[in-house]
């Protein structure tokens, strides 16, 4: 079983940043890609960036020049650093993780962007 846990939400003004971060831990061999996914109130869960095993990274077109997804191998962890952040970025973001074909879920972090 692995778990992801994720840190760094919280309120954050227009225009400000805040940083992500997701460790995983348990029966961890080699994760596949790994993620960041959000979902406001009433709408889908939708990706908002992976990077691959080889280091590339993919955004969503919404975020993409403002949001940065980096790792750190040694420590099982990937960061999502969220810069000119606006008020339609507030939502729950969750990280996730694929193994041998199985998505694990962290808990969600609650990202409010308000002024």
């Known amino acids: 079983q692995v778990q992801l846990v994720e840190s760094g939400g919280g309120l954050v003004q227009p225009g400000g940043s805040l940083r992500l971060s997701c460790t995983a831990s348990g029966s961890i061999i080699a994760f596949w890609t790994r993620n960041w996914y959000r979902q406001a109130p009433g709408k889908e869960r939708s990706l908002v960036a992976a990077?691959?095993?080889?280091?590339?990274?993919t955004y969503a077109i919404s975020v993409k020049g403002r949001f940065t997804i980096f790792r750190d191998n040694a420590e099982n962890t990937w960061y999502l650093q969220m810069n000119s952040l606006k008020p339609e970025d507030t939502a729950v973001y969750y990280c996730s993780a694929i193994q041998r074909g199985v998505n694990y879920w962290g808990q969600g972090t609650q990202v409010t962007v308000s002024s």
């Open positions: 990077i691959a095993p080889d280091g590339t990274p």
